[in-house]
């Protein structure tokens, strides 16, 4: 069993940057690969970034690349999420998820095991 948990989030002006964390805890959290997605108010869970277990390979979605950035302190056993530019559309409750078997889509929110809470992402205009 793996534990999550998301932190960082906030009310933030269009334009500025936040920084997410996403600490697990529990079985091997560390070796496993990991992902951010988001969900706004009536709409489906988007695939936002993920990252290998060992940092050597990451994933975007296309609508966010170029402003968004995952990495991962494994000493830690912490994901981050860096955003910067932020715009009022990426308001959302953004949400860490791990334990994707082995050839797994990334994107597809289904095939993630474990799931933190969530943290409010706000941005105003």
């Known amino acids: 069993q793996v534990q999550l948990v998301e932190s960082g989030g906030g009310l933030v002006q269009a334009g500025g940057s936040l920084r997410l964390s996403c600490a697990a805890s529990g079985r091997t959290s560390s070796s496993y690969d990991t992902g951010w997605f988001r969900q706004a108010p009536g709409k489906e869970r988007e695939f936002v970034a993920a990252i290998t277990w060992s940092g050597g390979s990451t994933y975007y979605s296309d609508s966010l690349k170029g402003r968004f950035t995952i990495s991962r302190d494994n000493a830690k056993n912490t994901v981050y999420l860096q955003m910067n530019s932020l715009k009022p559309e990426d308001t959302a409750v953004y949400y860490c998820?791990?334990?994707?078997?082995?050839?797994?889509?990334?994107?597809?929110?289904?095939?993630?095991?474990?799931w933190g809470q969530g943290t409010q992402v706000t941005v105003s205009s």
């Open positions: 998820a791990t334990g994707l078997p082995w050839g797994g889509s990334y994107s597809t929110p289904s095939a993630w095991t474990y």
